[in-house]
Structure formats: C-alpha cells, structure tokens
C-alpha cells in the first residue's frame, strides 16, 4: 500500500524546544557555540541537521537565516535576502537531485498560527523517503490574479487556494534563483505583515519544483476554518480582485511609496 502520511515521533516532539510563545524560554539558535551538527555556514547563515527529528523515515535539516534574534524577513536588507535564499535553494536543490528521497520539502514557519516552535527566523528543508508531495498539487494551486512580472519572474493571488483564502504564488524557471524572484517573495511577507487589511502575525513559505519551475507559495496563516479541517473544503473570498489591486498599488505604483 502506498503510504499517505507523515509519521510524527511523539517521544522527541515533547523534548522540542518551544519559545515563539513561551518568551521565558532560551532560543537555542542564539548559543551558536552549543549548536550541533552544522552542515555548512555563510556568515550569519547556518545549515545544520535538526537535533529533534520528529519526521520518521525522514531527513530533516534546520536552516537558521541570521543570528540577530528578533530580525524578520520582511525587513532584510536585499543583500542578505538575496544570499539567504541563494544558499537555502541551493541546499534543497542539491537534496532533490541526490536521488536520494522521493521528494523534497522546503518551508518556513513564522509566527504562533503558522505550526512552528522556535521565534528565531529560520527555515527547514526535509527530504522525505516514502513521500512525494507533488501528487498533492497541480496547476490549479498556482493560477491566480496578475500582481506583477519582471524579470520572467511571475506574481500573482491564487484564486483557487489550496487551504483557503488568500495565497500569493511567486513562480519562475527553475535554476539560479533572481534577485526578482526573493524580492516579490519578501514583497508579499511585508504585505501580510505590515498592510494587510487583517492583523496577521503569522505566515508561511513554501517551496516547489513544478513542471520546470521554482514556485513559492506565501500564505497568511489565521485560525484555520473548521470546514478545511472537517470536509477538505477551502473557502475563496470574494474581495481577489480588490487586493490584487491594493498590493500592485502599495508595491508597483511609482507614485506611492512603499509603507513602512
């Protein structure tokens, strides 16, 4: 029988370290010294192999962005963005064609809805043994409202969201990663983060191969809707149009400057 889920070893998820909402708790990507099993490191940027590797039949790795605590990727500065994600696709890249796993995974938690456990901005690539995720997407995932395209690099708003609501989807041909392609990527967290129009602290990245190229999915993260959860049934909100329009107008409008 072909296997479908994801096994989660409850006996070390309880050791895992928690602070993104217990603030009384150390974060160890702070004790830089004590850290254990790096895999490589530029600058601030560090890849190491996850101490609590609650996935079985699973290869989990950490990617730890910067080593200012409380720094967030919405507000790095385009060099560091660009370095990040140059080493971060890189090493994922590198995992996918090891024919090692089936296939892949590479995402960022960030935020107390988003499902992550440690504040500090880091990202985890995980190569997955038994599993391929690309038999749970398709095209539809990442069709949506045009916002933006430079560089061959395409934004836009799904309009058939995977979860519900609101998904924006920043695609490109797969291969050397584009100054473009991270900006529109921070675009959209700054949007989520600083002027969407409901509070929102948490969101998510995620990446794909797709048909030849490199997608990143940025999806503001809310209590999810109980008819997800219950029924598999996402919900598409009927002001698409309009936040296509308010982003494109705070982003890419010359005439207006970009919010603080």
């Given at each position: ?15 895992k ?7 009384n ?12 099993g ?18 079985e ?40 064609e090891?024919?090692e ?14 499902g992550?456990?440690?504040?500090h901005?880091h ?5 997955l043994?038994?599993?391929?995720y690309?038999?749970k997407i ?14 061959d690099?395409h ?37 989520i ?6 509070k ?25 809707t ?9 919900q ?7 936040m ?17």
């Open positions: 029988m072909t296997n479908t889920h994801l096994f989660f070893n409850t006996a070390i998820g309880v050791q370290p928690e602070n993104i909402r217990n603030k708790q150390s974060c160890p990507f702070c004790a830089r010294e004590e850290l254990t790096i895999i490589d490191e530029e600058g601030p940027i560090l890849l190491l192999k996850n101490k609590y590797p609650v996935l039949n699973a290869y989990q790795t950490v990617l730890v962005e910067t080593d200012v605590c409380d720094e967030e990727f919405s507000r790095y500065s385009p060099g560091h963005l660009n370095r990040l994600l140059g080493f971060a696709i890189r090493h994922w890249m590198k995992m996918e090891s024919g796993y089936r296939s892949v995974v590479f995402f960022k938690n960030h935020g107390p809805l988003s992550g456990t440690i504040a901005s990202m985890q690539i995980v190569g043994y038994d599993l391929d690309h038999e398709s095209e539809a995932d990442f069709t949506g409202l045009h916002i933006q395209e430079q560089n690099v934004f836009n708003l799904s309009l058939r969201p995977k979860v519900g609501f609101y998904e924006f989807n920043i695609r490109m041909e797969r291969g050397r990663p584009s100054a473009t392609f991270a900006s529109f990527i921070q675009t959209a967290v700054h949007y983060m600083h002027a969407f129009p409901f929102c602290s948490s969101y998510n990245l995620f990446f794909y191969s797709f048909e030849g190229d490199m997608i990143c999915k940025v999806v503001p993260r809310f209590v999810t109980p008819l997800f959860i219950g029924y598999h049934l996402p598409v909100p009927n002001n698409l149009e309009w296509a329009e308010d982003l494109r107008n705070r982003y890419f409008n010359e005439s207006m400057e970009k919010e603080a």
